[in-house]
């Protein structure tokens, strides 16, 4: 794993799995070393062929007043790869996240064969969905796109491409580390499955009505909990609904899943993710942290106030969470165990972690801004204050708690000292001002600007601090695409879970409606609960009182 997220004993990644199979030292065999060869590099050429494009549009559009009209097609299709082969990628690599809050209280024979289960799941949930992408490209394959004229259900090869590696890969692991146990749990799927075919008839009027529904949101959860990864998860309860519902064809399925990773503006998800990871491994975040460390290293609190300072700065710069807490937490982590104890300095990052949501730029807030269809330079300024009092409210702890445990302060640096850390890390200081400039005037968009982070960041790793060499880069790049696979799979399968999730939202909505409606008398008032939803999630809920008197109690 490159870039662990913050110490959370919910959502982690599977190679971080407790007595999970040690993955790197299982050797696949030739045949699949050069089918991962050939997907790594696919995903290289992918993402450093879509910057080019990006930064060659900004380019052209700055000095000749033109723009590359094909560009939207080809980073539709960019981020179709990096989704679905990154996905299959990440799933490989076992960076998919997933919940253990449950296995880690188990017998290590229940972790086992729940490990077991989560990759029969993937195997199972990737065969369907692909068997549907052929039936979604062929029945698209007349419809072409509007510049270059090629059929649209291109678009989705790599879909059919990226479960075909997770079945492939799923088998293997399912070989490699399960042995006979996979067979067992195999078994069991298949005898489950066949037992609901064979009855279906008998349960599907059943399902008619809410219950299919509820059956979906308890299998969700279930499967959740018994460590499944997220995004198969969310594919498992689609499908399983389709099927309940009688649904004639699964085509939606994949329609869904491609249409959810279609937007420009996504583009901005890599492109922040390689900055981030370029900063962590090119020496530019050791010189934030020690320029920090000069500035309020001397407060009680000493490297936990520097930690929070330090992740307030770096949020800005590559608006993931796993690339903050990995540039700060590799810098600290060892000054930090020896000073204020390993626990209380994974608690300080974790916390501190939760700012990187409303620092511009913020993945969350790209992908809100996706979907939402809101402005970015708004999204990105109305997130400072919110940070900032985070910020503050834990910096305030630290001190509290640092002065009841009479923690002794640090000497103040000397001026030259500081002066000498604030140079080195100017250059790095200056990548934040730029991002925000660029999108707040309106200079260049957040995907734009999210490359200029990616070209500024290597110009320091490269040739100023001289700490990054090529083959760092290129792992820089896989790793990239791997974490933005991880991303981009969920909420491509998001996508497809969504009207699922908006169908159960409105009907429990409309059944709390009229609940509150007939609970009032006649003459008292009307209640509304306006519901605006996007993708299946609510965008903003209230209740509104149209008149008066106030309602009788309820009973």
């Known amino acids: 794993m490159v870039a662990q997220g913050p110490p959370d004993a919910s959502i982690t990644l599977e190679d971080a799995a407790v007595d999970a199979p040690d993955r790197a030292k299982v050797r696949p065999g030739l045949t699949l070393r050069v089918i991962d060869t050939c997907a790594d590099g696919v995903l290289v050429v992918a993402l450093l062929g879509e910057l080019a494009i990006v930064l060659a549009n900004v380019l052209a559009r700055v000095f000749f007043t033109t723009s590359f009209l094909w560009a939207d097609e080809v980073a539709r299709f960019v981020l179709s790869i990096i989704a679905f082969l990154g996905g299959a990628v990440a799933y490989r690599r076992g960076d998919h996240a997933f919940v253990r809050v449950l296995l880690n209280r188990c017998p290590l024979p229940v972790r086992q064969t729940c490990f077991a289960l989560a990759d029969v799941l993937a195997l199972f949930v990737a065969v369907v969905t692909g068997v549907a992408s052929f039936e979604f490209i062929e029945s698209s394959w007349n419809e072409r796109t509007p510049i270059f004229q090629i059929p649209a259900a291109t678009i989705a090869i790599p879909l059919t491409i990226g479960l ?76 399983g609904y389709l099927w309940m519902t009688d649904a004639p064809s699964f085509v939606s399925l994949p329609q869904s899943m491609v249409n959810g990773t279609g937007n420009y503006i996504l583009l901005a ?88 949501e409303t620092v511009p730029p913020s993945i969350a807030m790209l992908i809100v801004g996706s979907i939402t269809q809101l402005s970015m330079a708004g999204l990105f300024i109305g997130g400072f204050i919110p940070a900032a009092v985070m910020a503050a409210c834990l910096m305030a702890l630290i001190y509290v708690r640092a002065r009841r445990a009479r923690t ?101 909505s409309t059944a709390c409606s009229t609940a509150q409606a007939f609970s009032c008398s006649r003459q008292s008032c009307f209640w509304s609960w306006p519901v605006c939803s996007s993708r299946g999630f609510p965008r903003s809920t209230f209740w509104h009182p149209s008149c008066s008197p106030s309602p009788r109690r309820l009973v």
């Open 164 to 239: 075909a590696l997770v079945v492939l890969y799923a088998v293997n692991r399912l070989r490699r580390e399960h042995g006979m146990r996979a067979w067992l749990v195999a078994g069991v799927v298949a005898l489950a499955m066949a037992g609901a075919v064979a009855t279906r008839q008998t349960w599907l009027p059943w399902c008619a009505g809410d219950h299919a529904i509820i059956a979906t949101i308890v299998f969700f959860f279930v499967a959740i909990l018994a460590g499944v990864p997220v995004g198969f998860v969310l594919l498992l309860a689609t499908a």
């Open 408 to 508: 002794p302060r640090t000497a103040r640096v000397p001026v030259r000292t500081m002066l000498g850390a604030g140079l080195t890390a100017a250059p790095a200081l200056f990548m934040p001002v730029m991002l925000l400039v660029g999108i707040l005037v309106g200079i260049a968009t957040p995907t734009e600007v999210a490359s200029f982070a990616v070209v500024y960041g290597l110009v320091l790793a490269v040739g100023f601090y001289r700490a990054m060499g090529w083959q760092a880069f290129l792992r820089t790049v896989l790793d990239t695409t791997a974490l933005t696979g991880v991303l981009l799979f969920i909420f491509a399968a998001s996508a497809g879970f969504s009207p699922t999730s908006r169908s159960a939202w409105w009907r429990c």
């Open 269 to 356: 998800v890599p492109f922040f993710i390689f900055a981030g990871l370029i900063m962590e491994r090119g020496g530019i975040s050791v010189r934030l942290v020690r320029f920090v460390q000069t500035v309020v290293g001397h407060l009680r609190g000493g490297l936990l106030q520097v930690s929070v300072v330090s992740m307030y700065i770096v949020s800005g710069l590559s608006g993931s969470k796993p690339a903050d807490v990995a540039a700060v937490g590799t810098v600290m982590r060892d000054e930090l165990r020896e000073r204020h104890g390993a626990g209380e300095g994974a608690a300080v990052l974790a916390a501190s972690a939760i700012m990187g």
